[in-house]
């Protein structure tokens, strides 16, 4: 009885912490096994959280329950609000985190987790019961690398990097996850006998320099915000101090000693065989494809509130590890430069989404799901999204309950998961703002509103959670109508307006109108408001005041595109059968009856983002089904 479990999860970053913790949350036996248990959701590339969209994606995952947002708060050591110039929808929290105190924030949360267990140990292979007629496979369970054998209803496998890694440093490579750790052989040869299609990736980091080697003088200092905010809805720590990022800039001097070393780069040479990232290529790849540009902005983040180590973000490198050090002492500012450890590049298994169901289930066993860089991302945020994700639905179907799938108008979540499974992936996936076609829906702010209710009636969100939200919503409906109705005296608005360089008014006027000009934010009216927040503390009424200045000063635009959401809905939802015969449809394009037969879209909506579907095979699907 000790090695059966109702769900198995192998791997412990961030989709395999995220999974983990929402499985045991919702109430069933549980089991995270990973290679390192000192390393739980390691931070393997740079020690920060959030940025754009990505920021987004921690909100929601707080929002529905889960742990990225706290643990961000209580480890970070510098918060930016990216974006602050532009409108909210473009807002992204940015936190910078000690990775040390990450990774043991989240072993402790774990730790604590009641239903969960946790073990070291690596996985070798599946257990998999196939139908008599061979047409269904089903996850029985697991076998480690020790001869332990774990029984479990489904198995979530969130291996990052390590499906057969392979590390490179100029001519040499070697097996590996990441530095300093072995790569997982025996999975990827598993899945490909059970007929899964694999492909491979590359991804890269830069090296780690000694912050007492730095003449920071040299660099642009870049504080933290005035007023720090938080990831988590809940009241975590705020924090009262912060260490500064530096800005930094190669040069010609810098991109000539980093071509001395193009004949001996593993990329340059073929031997790195995956993609790599487009929009975060390594130095050598920038200098080749951008061989106009005489600089290239690099930042200098800390890795704690203690080390003394340096992330140089912007320098990822797989040259020789002299050339590394020769081409960093001619930025300006390491002249005397010692690193702690080179960047590298690292190549792995992922296989392809397209191969799972909305719910991350796969398609060929059931039982089984992928989440995190397996299905081809790439980022902290949006692995702890899919691992909750994954989390979630592997607990609803074994309680034999409907799924939870997030719309594209509903989450970044949702888009993300969508694009995966729809459209797959040919580099790495990293989510944007412009992926989002609801962006000014999906704000980092409302997070809370749009996904804490749907959780709660799951029972991952907590009781603190939604009280938190009826609160703040209660007051927010209050404040909001207060400033609909508060006409302020002539003589105390138009100085304000004056001193704001807009036009005076002859009448009284609502403070509403007045807030919806675009040269008037909710902090110059600060003086006129005498509305009563009761005992809320500083957190909520700043909480509620943003919530009621984004309302009212961009409600048109939030409602034209919950309108277009509302209309394209309507065929968004209508289902498609997993059984339906494309091919009898002579009216679909060729390439529209070979995709949708192979991608099994679940919806219309799905349907029409799958690249090479147009929209006239859409339509003629429509008009097929009215009929």
């Not at 598993?190 to 299609?197: A, D, P, Q």
């Amino acid at each position: 009885m000790l090695n059966n479990y109702d769900i198995i999860i192998v791997g412990g970053g961030h989709a395999g912490c995220e999974a983990a913790h929402a499985a045991a949350a919702l109430g069933v036996k549980t089991l995270l096994i990973s290679m390192n248990t000192d390393r739980l959701a390691q931070m393997s590339c740079n020690p920060a959280m959030g940025g754009v969209a990505k920021g987004q994606i921690v909100r929601e995952i707080d929002a529905l329950g889960g742990l990225s947002g706290i643990v961000t708060d209580h480890t970070m050591i510098q918060f930016r609000m990216l974006n602050r110039s532009k409108g909210p929808a473009m807002w992204s929290p940015r936190a910078q985190s000690d990775m040390e105190l990450f990774s043991q924030k989240w072993r402790s949360l774990l730790e604590n987790t009641p239903n969960l267990d946790l073990r070291q140990d690596e996985v070798v292979d599946l257990m998999v019961e196939t139908s008599t007629d061979s047409a269904h496979q089903r996850i029985k369970g697991v076998v480690t690398a020790i001869g332990q054998t774990y029984f479990s209803k489904a198995v979530i496998l969130t291996n990052g990097t390590f499906l057969n890694g392979i590390i490179h440093i100029g001519e040499k490579n070697f097996p590996g996850g990441r530095m300093g750790e072995k790569a997982s052989s025996g999975l990827s040869e598993r899945l490909k006998n059970l007929g899964f299609e694999t492909l491979r990736l590359k991804t890269g980091t830069p090296p780690r320099v000694d912050g007492r080697t730095i003449d920071f003088s040299k660099l642009d200092e870049q504080p933290g915000d005035e007023n720090p905010e938080k990831f988590s809805f809940l009241r975590t720590p705020k924090l009262t101090r912060q260490r500064s990022c530096y800005l930094g800039y190669t040069s010609e001097a810098v991109h000539d000693v980093l071509r001395t070393g193009f004949e001996k780069s593993p990329m340059f040479q073929g031997r790195i065989q995956g993609v790599g990232p487009r929009y975060c290529p390594s130095v050598e790849d920038k200098i080749n494809r951008f061989a106009d540009k005489t600089q290239h902005p690099l930042f200098i983040e800390p890795q704690g509130w203690t080390t003394n180590e340096f992330y140089i973000n912007g320098f990822s490198s797989s040259l020789p590890e002299e050339v590394q050090i020769a081409a960093l002492r001619k930025i300006a500012g390491f002249e005397h430069a010692k690193i702690f450890r080179p960047g590298y590049a690292i190549e792995y298994d992922y296989f392809p989404p397209t191969q799972l169901k909305p719910t991350l289930e796969t398609k060929l066993v059931s039982g089984l799901f992928h989440a995190g860089q397996i299905n081809g991302t790439t980022g902290y945020e949006e692995a702890g999204a899919q691992g909750l994700m994954a989390g979630v639905n592997a607990v609803l179907q074994i309680l034999g309950k409907d799924p939870l799938i997030l719309k594209r108008n509903e989450a970044y979540i949702g888009v993300l998961i969508d694009d995966l499974v729809t459209k797959g992936v040919d580099e790495p996936y990293r989510m944007f703002t412009s992926r989002a076609e609801y962006r000014i829906l999906l704000r980092q702010d409302n997070a809370d509103q749009r996904l804490t209710p749907l959780s709660y009636r799951l029972g991952l969100a907590s009781v603190q959670r939604m009280q938190n939200l009826e609160k703040k919503q209660q007051l927010t409906n209050e404040f909001i109508n207060y400033l609909h109705q508060t006409k302020p005296p002539l003589e105390q608005i138009n100085p304000i307006l004056e001193s704001c360089e807009t036009n005076e008014i002859s009448q009284k006027t609502t403070l509403s109108q007045i807030l919806s000009r675009p040269q008037l934010s909710l902090q110059h009216l600060q003086p006129l408001l005498t509305f009563d927040f009761g005992d809320a503390d500083a957190e909520l009424i700043s909480e509620t005041q943003e919530q009621a200045e984004i309302s009212i000063k961009y409600d048109s635009y939030i409602q034209k595109e919950k309108e277009i959401a509302e209309k394209l809905s309507k065929h968004e939802n209508t289902i498609l059968k997993d059984d339906f015969d494309y091919h009898q449809l002579q009216s679909l394009s060729f390439e529209a009856r070979e995709k949708l037969s192979k991608i099994r879209p679940r919806t219309i909506g799905q349907a029409s983002r799958i690249s090479g579907v147009s929209p006239a095979d859409i339509s003629v699907l429509i008009i097929y089904l009215s009929k």
